[in-house]
C-alpha cells in the first residue's frame, strides 16, 4: 500500500500564476481533504471531497478550489497567486470517521 | 465550534527521562481526538486516537495518551523519551457525528526536543 501520494514535491510560482497539486488517497479511502500549513503553524482546513463533491470548506478565499476524481484522487488549485500563498499544502485521506493519513506535502514557494 | 489548544510551543527533556506534550480541548459534543507527528518537511503521521473507551490509549512508537473528560485535556506521554522522538507533534479535535462531514480541527503543534 503507497499511502498518500502528493505531487509535485516542491514547486516554484510567480505572483499571479496558477497552480495544480495532486493527491491520490490511501487505498480504501473515499475522502479526501486538502490542508494549507504555514511555516509554525499547525494545519488550516481549506475543504474536503466526498463522492466528487465538495462537502465542507474552511475559511480560504475562492481563488482556492478543487475536484475529486471517480477513482478519488484529487486536485487542489489555487488561482492568482500570492506571497502569502507560499506554505507546505498536505492532502489527507481517509474512510468514513477513520483517521486520516497525510501526504508527505507539497512545498509551494511563491516568489 | 470546536478548537484545541496546545499551551507550549517546545517541549525539552532528557533522553531516558518521561515526556508529557499537553493538550486541552472544546468542542460542544463528543469529541474524537488524536495525535499526529511531523518530521522536517514531512507530512503528518498518525500516533493514535481516543474514541471512546479507557481513557488511557495507547498508539505507535510507544507514545500512550490520557483522555480527561473534566478537564477536557488529551495530553501525550511516553515513559522514557529517545532522541528520535524529537519532531513537532499536534493535535486535533473532531466532534463526533451521526452521518455527514466532519472536520478535525489542529493545535499549533509543540516542539520536542529529546538532549542526548
Redesign the interface.
Known amino acids: 500500500d503507497a499511502g498518500v501520494t502528493q505531487s509535485p514535491t516542491h514547486l516554484i510560482k510567480t505572483r499571479g500564476q496558477q497552480v495544480t497539486l495532486r493527491c491520490s488517497p490511501k487505498s480504501g479511502h473515499d475522502t479526501v481533504s486538502w490542508y494549507q500549513q504555514a511555516l509554525g503553524q499547525g494545519p488550516q482546513f481549506i475543504f474536503q471531497y466526498y463522492e466528487e463533491e465538495e462537502r465542507q470548506r474552511g475559511n480560504f478565499p475562492d481563488r482556492f478550489s478543487g475536484h475529486q476524481f471517480p477513482n478519488y484522487s484529487s486536485e487542489l488549485n489555487v488561482n492568482a497567486l500570492l506571497l502569502g500563498d507560499s506554505a507546505l499544502y498536505l492532502c489527507a485521506s481517509s474512510r468514513a470517521f477513520t483517521e486520516a493519513f497525510f501526504g508527505q506535502g507539497t512545498r509551494l514557494t511563491v516568489v | 465550534a470546536q478548537s484545541v489548544a496546545q499551551p507550549e510551543d517546545q517541549v525539552n527533556v532528557a533522553e531516558g527521562n518521561p515526556l508529557t506534550v499537553k493538550c486541552t480541548y472544546s468542542v460542544s459534543g463528543n469529541p474524537?481526538l488524536?495525535w499526529?507527528v511531523q518530521y522536517p518537511?514531512?507530512?503528518?503521521?498518525?500516533l493514535l486516537?481516543y474514541i471512546t473507551g479507557d481513557n488511557l490509549v495507547k498508539g505507535s512508537y510507544g507514545f500512550e495518551a490520557e483522555f480527561n473528560k473534566s478537564q477536557t485535556s488529551f495530553h501525550l506521554k511516553k515513559p522514557s523519551a529517545l532522541v528520535s522522538d524529537s519532531a513537532l507533534y499536534?493535535c486535533a479535535v473532531r466532534v463526533?457525528?451521526s452521518g455527514?462531514?466532519?472536520?478535525?480541527?489542529?493545535?499549533?503543534?509543540t516542539s520536542l526536543i529529546v538532549h542526548p
Not at chain 2, 518537511?41 to 498518525?46: E, K, S
Not at chain 2, 455527514?100 to 503543534?109: A, H, L, V
Open positions: 474524537y488524536f499526529y518537511n514531512r507530512g503528518l503521521q498518525f486516537k499536534f463526533t457525528a455527514g462531514s466532519y472536520i478535525p480541527t489542529f493545535g499549533r503543534g
